[in-house]
């Protein structure tokens, strides 16, 4: 059972760069979430989506876009890295939206140069 | 806004003791989550509270709810290398599940 997969799990990049970090949970749930975890700053999240084709800004929005246009896939870009970017970033998934858990997956440790 | 704190921020116990984390929350909490993220790995779901005064347990953790529902604690008993990693606690910000909210986090260290 693979849970909620992310892809790749490190990634360095150049400011000005793009790139798409891929996340796939196969638990058919309805709900996926993008966070980033920042030394003192917490698990922040980014953007999260209520199903498929649709995605909603979540407490730090700017500079990410993201899309789901299948229900297992949640997909986040960077259009142009900055070095504020850098950060670890975390996916996951949930059955509805309260009073059911997050899965997470393992994580993709990007780092903007 | 809702707010999670955590205390301690960070534990250093030895090998067999029993521990204490908690959770302490600004609104009342409708569902609190604790969850155990070791370096460079995702977070692991432990457990998940909704009434007050619950109290679960898995292995040799124990996690409660509060009956004002507004605290948690985790509790390991005789703490092994294998506890060690970061305890967050999550919440749902409301009645309605909007935007999940984390603690900050306690560190746990386990020494052998």
């Known amino acids: 059972n693979a849970g909620v997969t992310q892809t790749p799990k490190f990634r360095v990049l150049k400011t000005g760069q793009s790139m798409t970090l891929l996340c796939a949970q196969d638990?058919?749930?309805?709900?996926m979430y993008w966070y980033r975890q920042d030394p003192g700053m917490g698990l922040r999240l980014i953007h999260y989506?209520?199903?498929?084709?649709?995605?909603a800004k979540g407490e730090v929005p700017d500079g990410y876009n993201v899309s789901r246009l299948k229900k297992q896939n949640f997909l986040l870009g960077l259009e142009s890295a900055a070095p504020s970017q850098t950060s670890v970033y975390f996916c996951?998934?949930?059955?509805?939206?309260?009073?059911?858990?997050?899965?997470f997956g393992n994580g993709t440790r990007l780092t903007v140069t | 806004s809702q707010e999670l704190e955590q205390s301690p921020q960070s534990l250093i116990v030895q090998e067999g003791k029993n521990l204490t984390i908690n959770c302490t929350s600004s609104?009342?909490?409708?569902?609190l989550y604790w969850y155990k993220q070791k370096y460079g790995e995702g977070l692991i779901f432990l457990m998940m509270?909704?009434?007050?005064?619950e109290e679960k347990s898995h292995e040799k953790i124990t996690a409660k709810l509060d009956e004002k529902k507004q605290q948690s604690s985790l509790h390991i008993t005789a703490s092994q290398p294998s506890h060690a990693g970061i305890y967050l606690c999550g919440a749902d910000a409301d009645n309605y599940g909007q935007n999940f909210v984390f603690g900050p986090g306690t560190r746990l260290s386990v020494l052998p």
């Open positions: 609104k009342t909490l409708y569902g």
């Open positions: 989506s209520v199903g498929e084709g649709t995605t």
């Open positions: 509270l909704q009434k007050g005064g």
């Open positions: 996951a998934s949930s059955y509805r939206q309260g009073n059911s858990p997050l899965h």
């Open positions: 638990m058919n749930h309805e709900y």
